[in-house]
């Protein structure tokens, strides 16, 4: 069993959480070339060591950036998203 | 039409379930009223003169108390909201609770085991949040007294029932489990 860290709960098992994707991979906005849409889509970067990802914990509904070694798969603590303005106040 | 009525087991009521085995008691409390409440925690914490609202395993009092869920949502306990009075008002969002929520009290000095069963968490460490899947299930979890506090889907009250009776903490569990009639 591996352990993530939510930003709000802490650490939790890992069945408590649902991978969302690469960090940064962000939608092309506006009237974009078609390779744009197709590495949005289709390509990923897939890196050997630290990748970054998102995650999301199931059962607080916080959606943060992980940072995760793909060959050891020891991850550190989530961050919250800095454009998520849920992550301001009452924590 | 043809009858299907026979071929569901009878529904469970969560309160006519009881689990005793060696030194630990699972019983299912009659309907609790619950609020859910999401946005301005503070504001409605002070609005209503609710204490701070509870982390995960941490202790709760009566006669009404909060339970942390998320960042921005919390579980009150022991207030009854009219379907009626539901919806946004002053920055929070309300929703009855009390028919959706299930609470099961835990009991006895092997309580512990079977959280232990039903997850991973580590049960020395505090979180804010009391929110947890518990044997697969979301559920909340905090003390209350002398017992832990089991809150479920009301639906999943049977399988919660099925689940711990298969675990070695019930000996005679398989029979208890069994729906009531
Ligand atoms: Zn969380």
């Known amino acids: ?91 | 039409m043809r009858d299907r009525a026979p071929f569901w087991t009878p529904a469970t009521r969560p309160e006519d379930i009881l689990l005793e085995g060696d030194w630990i008691t699972l019983r299912g409390l009659p309907p609790l009223p619950q609020v859910m409440v999401s946005g301005d925690l503070d504001a409605y914490r002070a609005a209503h003169d609710l204490p701070e609202a509870v982390g995960l395993l941490a202790e709760a009092e009566d006669p009404h108390y909060a339970v942390r869920l998320a960042r921005r949502r919390m579980l009150v306990v022991g207030t009854e909201l009219s379907p009626r009075d539901a919806g946004w008002s002053a920055g929070c969002a309300t929703s009855p609770m009390t028919g959706a929520l299930a609470a099961f009290e835990i009991t006895g000095p092997r309580a512990m085991d079977l959280v232990a069963r039903a997850t991973a968490l580590d049960p020395y460490r505090p979180s804010p949040s009391a929110a947890l899947l518990f044997a697969g299930m979301q559920g909340v979890l905090y003390r209350h007294g002398e017992a832990l506090r089991l809150h479920i889907d009301r639906g999943l009250a049977a399988y919660l029932a099925n689940w711990a009776a298969a675990t070695s903490l019930f000996p005679d569990g398989a029979d208890a489990a069994a729906p009531q009639t």
């Open chain 1, 1 to 91: 069993m591996h352990i993530y860290t939510c930003p709000f709960c802490g650490p939790r098992p890992e069945t408590e959480f649902h991978f969302g994707g690469e960090a940064g991979n962000d939608r092309p906005d506006g009237d974009v070339p078609a390779q744009a849409w197709a590495d949005y889509l289709h390509y990923r970067q897939n890196p050997k060591g630290a990748a970054r990802e998102i995650w999301i914990h199931l059962t607080c509904h916080e959606v943060f950036v992980m940072t995760r070694d793909t060959v050891t798969m020891a991850a550190q603590p989530g961050e919250p998203i800095p454009s998520d303005t849920t992550d301001r106040g009452d924590a």
